[in-house]
């Protein structure tokens, strides 16, 4: 089944994202990801959905059909910026810290947090180049990683 | 009511978000934000929850009696990085652009993308980096806003 990625309004209001999770869960749709956070307007909140559907439609309809569901846009055909943050903390004894520091730069993260033996490192890419950054530095020995799950935004000029 | 930042490590299983969810509704507990993403294990997830209740002890004992919910800690009095990321379209007709260039220095964002009348910046920081940013840039018009919620990882040497 194809992912994919809706880009959905609500009001920020207690139980609309209870509403939405369980929804999916009743109708068996599996959400592989879901990102919320704050929108231009106070009160409201925009999420990013990944889904797993084979009838996006459906799926789009059936949001629709919730309280506080203000909007639902299928991105997935679109072109957009889609960015995904994590932290992760790695092994890091005095002989492999030139080495880490040296990666910070082909990699492009930067370094959040470090003490006598661990380093935290902080990056912003596309979920893809946060999966090659994560295999670059797997070797190192990973003790701890958070990822913000991926949001997603239209590019501009749409349609012209 | 404080805000409690909890970190919740669990399985990776359809229905273990409509289960955290559902729980906090049925309670009457708020959550403020809620940002999940993959953990350092194949098949687990990590996620960064900040509620407002009186009572955090007890919302870490419903949590824990879960399925699929592995660890809570709370870190709300740890030392802790913080971070979120904004994706941010904001009107930007040619008399703004330089204008809009040179903030991206002081407020430390990407230009994400650019067309004929919008730029998007992309930035990351603590939740109040973000808010600064967003203030600064509100007199240009914010077209369009994505956040991430926040991620919360312990800073090193706990407890040492």
Redesign the interface.
């Known amino acids: 089944m194809k992912d994919h990625t809706l880009?959905v309004l609500v009001r920020d209001r207690?139980?609309v994202?209870?509403r939405i999770?369980?929804m999916?869960?009743r109708r068996g749709y599996?959400?592989a990801?879901?990102?919320?956070?704050?929108?231009?307007q106070a009160g409201i909140s925009?999420l990013?959905l990944v889904v797993e559907s084979a009838d996006v439609e459906q799926v789009a309809k059936q949001l629709y059909g919730l309280v506080d569901v203000l909007k639902v846009d299928d991105v997935t055909d679109s072109a957009v910026?889609e960015?995904?943050?994590?932290?992760?903390?790695v092994t890091a004894p005095q002989s492999s810290r030139a080495k880490l520091m040296e990666l910070a730069e082909s990699f492009a993260y930067r370094i959040?947090?470090?003490?006598?033996?661990?380093m935290?490192l902080?990056m912003?890419g596309t979920p893809g180049k946060i999966d090659s950054l994560i295999d670059g530095i797997r070797p190192f020995g990973?003790?701890?990683?958070?990822?913000?799950?991926r949001?997603?935004?239209v590019?501009?000029?749409r349609g012209?």
């Not at 990801?33 to 231009?40: F, Q, Y």
């Not at 959040?112 to 661990?118: G, K, M």
């Not at 990973?142 to 799950?149: K, P, Y």
């Open positions: 880009v207690p139980g994202l209870n999770v369980s999916f869960r599996n959400i990801s879901l990102t919320v956070g704050h929108a231009e925009r990013t910026v960015r995904e943050m994590v932290l992760v903390r959040a947090d470090i003490d006598h033996e661990t935290m902080e912003t990973i003790v701890e990683m958070m990822r913000t799950g949001i997603t935004m590019r501009g000029d012209n």
